[in-house]
């Protein structure tokens, strides 16, 4: 399970697509997660019923590395117009700390370019927070770019709370503001 490379331990985990009955440890995990980054996140009881609904739909998955599971990744799958295959927006990454700098998360990420691959996915995306650099650099070691590859423009996530019922300021009239007040 633990193999060298460069002189470096990597850990290599048996990696396996996740079903509904897995959706205790997928929930655990993610809970984890969400408290290790202060994130909110609902009661595991709600979030362990969501991911057993989920996984045991087509355009959602998720993979678990270990046993116990150490690790996981989930993804949701959504249409394009632009051709007949879906996207897979990856969602989360997670791999329990202890665990961090051995390779898990790029054995993750392998795990996952096969299962899409298998479904005929041509295309990926990730969200990542502006402060997580560390993030930022491991997904653009595993092929994820900030430019749009048919233009080479730079690409921009831009997301609206549809549910809030107010709007966020414009970071534009932000910044005007606080110039006119210097």
């Known amino acids: 399970m633990a193999d060298t490379h460069n002189g470096v ?14 959706a205790p440890t ?17 009661d595991i009881r709600e979030v362990e ?14 993979v678990l590395a270990g046993d116990p599971a150490i690790a996981f990744a989930t993804v949701a799958l959504r249409a394009t117009a632009y051709n007949d295959s879906a996207v897979a927006a990856l969602e989360d990454l997670y791999v329990a700390p202890q665990w961090r700098g051995m390779g898990v998360g790029s054995t ?4 996952l370019g096969e299962r899409a691959r298998e479904r005929g996915i041509l295309a990926a995306e990730v969200f990542v927070d ?14 994820f770019v900030h430019r749009d ?11 609206h709370d549809l549910d809030s019922g107010t709007r966020l300021p414009h970071p534009e009239r932000q910044f005007e503001r606080s110039a006119a007040r210097s």
């Open 108 to 111: 993750l990420m392998e795990a």
């Open 130 to 143: 502006e402060p997580d650099a560390g993030a930022l650099r491991f997904y653009q070691r595993h092929g």
């Open 49 to 62: 019923g969501r991911l057993s609904r989920l996984l045991a739909r087509r355009d959602f998955f998720a």
């Open 9 to 22: 331990s990597v850990l290599s985990p048996e990696v396996r697509t996740a079903t509904p009955e897995d």
């Open 26 to 42: 997928l929930a655990r995990l993610l809970v984890e997660f969400n408290h290790e980054f202060d994130a909110q996140v609902d």
């Open 149 to 159: 590859p048919s233009t080479g423009d730079r690409a921009f996530y831009l997301h």
